[in-house]
């Protein structure tokens, strides 16, 4: 499997629509940086951008609450990395899960219904969730 950074994810992939992507991490390693694009490895869904972005938009003082990390475990943060790598917490997930559902409420999108799935996954296997940005 190649492995790629993440601002060759576009050629990588071919798309000319940029996506967020979204697994569930087995095994997190404590100091490991996340930083290396590999949707496969963690079963990766797709979210499109404009989801995202209108989400980021209308829920950002709510999502700013939300606990994450970026890359790796020593860089703590709130919310999602727009654009490179975020480590949602198990701790994070029920209130990470409950702003997709009410976002959800009104873009009624199957995109984001799939990710509540993964997200209840998740919490129920007490397991990270990573996000790779655009």
């Not at 697994?23 to 990766?44: A, H, M, Q, T």
């Not at 703590?76 to 899960?97: A, K, M, N, Q, W």
């Not at 296997?125 to 990573?130: A, D, F, R, V």
Request: hydrophobic residues 35%; charged residues 25%.
């Amino acid at each position: 499997m190649q492995k790629v950074d993440l601002l060759d994810r576009q050629t990588y992939r071919g798309d000319s629509l940029a996506r967020h992507e979204f697994g569930i991490i087995d095994f997190l390693e404590e100091k490991k940086w996340y930083s290396v694009y590999e949707p496969e490895k963690y079963n990766c869904i797709s979210v499109s951008e404009d989801l995202i972005e209108e989400l980021i938009i209308k829920y950002n003082e709510e999502l700013l609450t939300i606990k994450t990390y970026f890359q790796t475990r020593s860089q703590p943060g709130s919310g999602l990395d727009y654009c490179g790598v975020t480590l949602i917490p198990p701790e994070s997930l029920e209130g990470f899960r409950n702003i997709i559902i009410k976002a959800n409420s009104q873009y009624q999108s199957q995109e984001l219904q799939t990710l509540v799935e993964m997200i209840n996954r998740a919490i129920k296997k007490g397991k990270y969730l990573i996000h790779y940005g655009i």
